[in-house]
């Protein structure tokens, strides 16, 4: 029964039962990938920069955007650790690069304690002035300027009314570059386009792959009051949905002996036996968890008008989407 707890980025109610984006002091890290300069640098030379999108200020908000919720207008900073590689070897600093930025997000549904919508980072763009290395250096990027930056966010809500934020974007950037003179980079320049995705909370393990073949995942997440979320795995025996429903006597078909079957078992004086093997399934082609008239009447219309297809109306998986598991097998 493997356990997770993971970190997660905390941000406050905004009064209308959802919170706002971007998540106003949380960061967002691509901690696998690295945004790169290739383009206009030697075979085998790279420079690589661990970037942190942080510093999110002067944020407006408004209703509408190309997802239909919401639109976001705001300041925030770059933050990039550079590192060069093959020539470029040894050359390591420290720039961090403002940015003006708008993202949209799509519908939510305040007040739920879990929010899931789209979102898509429309507009990215940042230049760095006065630097001894880079005299040109630009980074762009969203769907605005034909760079897609499609994202995701889910909101959970925490017991004192904050949220535990998930979100991620995939960015296409273009990072443009001129070098100084009598800098390393001297000589060179280029533009390069990448993809990279940016993350920002609890991106959350999943359960899938710890179970075998014969099993299946029962997977339970709890949000503890410091923003962590813990997920908790347990192995379950996968559920054979053998349950015919209409079916109470366990024949091979469905005809009137089932129906005199559940007339007995609803109206009979004593009653009559609870319908095989399963007491509840086995009796309720019309999917509504109960035995009573309405199946009944269902059976007869199926049987004698073909009103309902074949086989009649609700499935096992039917059955157990409205009514749950477990199914209770009479002994």
Known sequence: MPEYSIPGCI????????ANMPPVGCEYISPDERWMIIDGLPPGTTIEFETILKNFLNVVINSGGSLGGYF????????????????????????????????????????????????????????????????????????????????????????????AAESFFDITYQIEFEGCPASVLEGYSGVTTGTIRIMTGAQLPTCSG?????????????????????????????????????????????????ILYLIDYVYGTPLGPAPQPYDTCSGDPTCDCVINLLDILQLIAYIYTGEYGDPPNCTCEDWITACGEPLRRQK
């Open 72 to 163: 976001e207008q705001f300041d925030a900073t770059l933050d990039m650790t550079v590192t060069g590689t093959g020539e470029l070897t040894g050359f390591d600093r420290h720039i961090s690069v403002p940015l003006t930025c708008e993202t949209h997000s799509g519908p939510r549904s305040p007040g739920n304690p879990e929010q899931s919508f789209a979102t898509d980072f429309f507009r990215l763009n940042g230049e760095l002035f006065g630097d001894p290395d880079f005299c040109t250096f630009r980074v762009t990027g969203g769907t605005d300027n034909g760079l897609p930056g499609p994202g995701q966010t889910d909101l959970m809500q925490l017991p004192d009314g904050d949220y």
């Open 210 to 258: 710890i179970c075998s073949e014969d099993d299946e995942c029962s997977e339970n997440k709890t949000v503890n009051p410091d923003g962590t979320i813990q997920i908790c795995c347990e192995c379950v025996p996968q559920f054979d949905c053998d349950c015919v429903p209409g079916d109470p006597d366990t024949d091979p078909a469905i005809n009137l002996l089932d």
């Open 11 to 18: 941000i406050p109610d905004n009064g209308s039962g959802s």
